[in-house]
């Protein structure tokens, strides 16, 4: 059974069927063939796996991020960052990087930074006399962090997958996502000063106060909606929804940027990624429950502490496998499917499952950034108008940065747990 099992989805796969339909096929294939199991328990577990009060978050983050990326909030923390870093050699460059990591604070989203702060600041690096090429590089990966700062949709994902903290994995990626801006911020200065790119804005009198009072409100939503999570005011999943009605009522009514139709296309919009994502997990946990109920992971883990006795061998070979799938399938829906596996042989190689969530939310984000799958690169041909062969060759020199940085989260556990363990 779980050699058809393994050679159908690949056969799926491999003539481009949807990665929720494969699952789905492949579940119910199984069950009816193999087990004997009537197709109604198929569409019993589609229903469970939708029942669950913390999927609620994803598409209101998802509303969330796209109301703040049609609307003044992500211009108005761009002029922001420029403000506080644009007299600095690179200035321009870090402001790109420090605003993606802003925007990604209050959205959730990588696809949706990438839009929200690449359409504005692309064009601004190149007519400051950045190269193209970096300009494109650097705001297509910058805007990657979308999923790593908190709050992040993949890692609600994640939880709920692995049963952990959503609260814990929100802590867990501010260190991380730091340290990557950080290696971002110090590659764009390095190349700045090298060709000597970007200019200096003079700001006239009281045009620096009216700019910080202007993005005022903007500024203050990841304080509300983070800080309303770790003060205990509200759930996760309450503070999307408190950053949607947040969004709104800036949006429509102290920065008057949005009318009814674009918020109909806002909503619309909405609503295809939210019910197509959540069609995916449906699947997904359909899929996860019978690995589990036929003892899939418990096979796995013996095979795997069978050949391999080294837990950071264990880690280099997940990394490897992992960046592997991102180039033949959509990398959020593998680890969807991938965690629940490796599980058992998680907990034998005492590695901490908050720890093991942010190296996954790092291989997403190699994953939005690689082809054939690479969403982020879609999205910045769409902004850019260039080719996708052209978008991938500029973001290379990021990808080892990211690298770098996945290197590093994975083989030094504390720079993901040290805040959780600090705040409990």
């Known amino acids: 059974m779980l050699t058809f099992m393994l050679c159908f989805f690949v056969v799926l796969l491999v003539i481009s069927t949807p990665i929720a339909i494969i699952m789905l096929a492949v579940t119910g294939v199984t069950l009816f063939f193999y087990l004997g199991i009537p197709l109604q328990a198929l569409v019993q ?173 903007g500024c203050a939503m990841p304080v509300v909606v983070l800080g309303g999570i770790y003060s205990g005011i509200f759930t996760p999943t309450e503070a999307a929804a408190v950053s949607v009605i947040y969004a709104l009522l800036v949006e429509l009514f102290i920065y008057k940027d949005m009318d009814l139709k674009k918020l109909n296309n806002i909503l619309k919009d909405s609503v295809l990624l939210s019910s197509t994502l959540l069609f995916i997990i449906a699947c997904a946990m359909t899929f996860i429950w019978l690995l589990t109920r036929e003892q899939i992971p418990q096979i796995a883990a013996e095979f795997i502490t069978t050949h391999i006795q080294n837990k950071y061998v264990f880690l280099l070979i997940i990394n490897v496998f992992l960046l592997l799938v991102g180039c033949v399938m959509d990398i959020v829906s593998a680890i969807i499917v991938i965690s629940p596996i490796l599980l058992i042989a998680l907990e034998k190689f005492d590695i901490d499952l908050i720890h093991y969530g942010i190296i996954m939310i790092v291989n997403i984000e190699l994953g939005f950034l690689t082809f054939p799958f690479g969403l982020n690169l879609f999205v910045a041909m769409g902004i850019t108008g260039k080719s996708l062969t052209q978008v991938g060759k500029s973001v290379f020199p990021f990808l080892i940065l990211l690298l770098i940085g996945l290197f590093l989260v994975t083989y030094i556990p504390e720079i993901s747990l040290w805040l959780p363990n600090l705040l409990g």
């Open 45 to 217: 577990q589609l229903f469970n796996g939708m029942d669950n009060f913390i999927l609620l978050a994803i598409p209101f983050f998802i509303l969330a991020g796209n109301i703040m990326a049609q609307g003044s909030i992500s211009r108005k923390l761009v002029d922001v960052m420029q403000l506080c870093v644009g007299r600095i050699p690179g200035g321009m460059a870090i402001s790109s990087v420090l605003a993606c990591v802003f925007f990604a604070a209050i959205s959730g989203s990588s696809p949706a930074t990438v839009i929200a702060i690449g359409s504005i600041m692309i064009p601004a690096l190149i007519k400051h006399g950045h190269d193209e090429n970096f300009s494109i590089g650097l705001l297509t990966s910058a805007g990657s962090m979308g999923i790593l700062i908190p709050p992040s949709i993949p890692m609600v994902l994640y939880a709920l997958v692995m049963n952990v903290s959503v609260g814990k994995m929100f802590m867990a990626g501010f260190i991380p996502g730091a340290l990557i801006a950080g290696l971002l911020i110090v590659y764009s200065v390095v190349l700045a000063k090298k060709h000597g790119w970007g200019s200096v804005r003079e700001y006239a009198k009281g045009e620096k106060w009216a700019i910080l009072k202007d993005a005022s409100w």
